[in-house]
Nanobody, 127 residues
Framework: QVQLVESGGGLVQAGGSLRLSCAASGRTFSTYNMGWFRQAPGKEREFVAAIRWGGGSTRYPDSVKGRFTISRDNAKNTVYLQMNSLKPEDTAVYLC????????????????????WGQGTQVTVSS
C-alpha cells in the first residue's frame, strides 16, 4: 500500500512563496513519475506539475510555468513543489500523486493516470 503525506501549505500574501513536500512510502519511489495537482472549491482537479522517475524531465501547464518548480529526492522518497510569485487564483488544496505505471517514459498530466493520492495540503493566497 502506498502512502503519501503532503506538508508545507499555509496562508501567504500574493507575490509570496511556499514550498510543499510530499513524503512517500510503500512503493519503490524512484521508479515512478510523480505529480502535483490542485483542486479549488467547485472546480475540477487541475494538473500543476510532474516529474519523471529519474528527475531529469518535468512538465507544467502554462498557468504555473515559470513560477512553480517540481523536484524530487529519491534518497528521501520525497517530491517537492516550490511555488513563487503566488497569486490568489493559486488558492486550492494541493495533492501529490504517484503515476500508475513504473518507468513511464512520458510525463502524463491527467489525473486518471495517477494511481495513488495524498490527502492534500491547503494553500491560501490573499490579495
Amino acid at each position: 500500500q502506498v502512502q503519501l503525506v503532503e506538508s508545507g501549505g499555509g496562508l501567504v500574501q500574493a507575490g509570496g512563496s511556499l514550498r510543499l513536500s510530499c513524503a512517500a512510502s510503500g512503493r519503490t519511489f524512484s521508479t515512478y513519475n510523480m505529480g502535483w495537482f490542485r483542486q479549488a472549491p467547485g472546480k475540477e482537479r487541475e494538473f500543476v506539475a510532474a516529474i519523471r522517475w529519474g528527475g531529469g524531465s518535468t512538465r507544467y501547464p502554462d498557468s504555473v510555468k515559470g513560477r512553480f518548480t517540481i523536484s524530487r529526492d529519491n534518497a528521501k522518497n520525497t517530491v517537492y513543489l516550490q511555488m513563487n510569485s503566488l497569486k490568489p487564483e493559486d488558492t486550492a488544496v494541493y495533492l501529490c500523486a504517484v503515476d500508475g505505471i513504473p518507468w513511464r517514459r512520458s510525463i502524463v498530466s491527467t489525473s486518471q493516470d495517477y494511481a495513488y493520492w495524498g490527502q492534500g495540503t491547503q494553500v491560501t493566497v490573499s490579495s
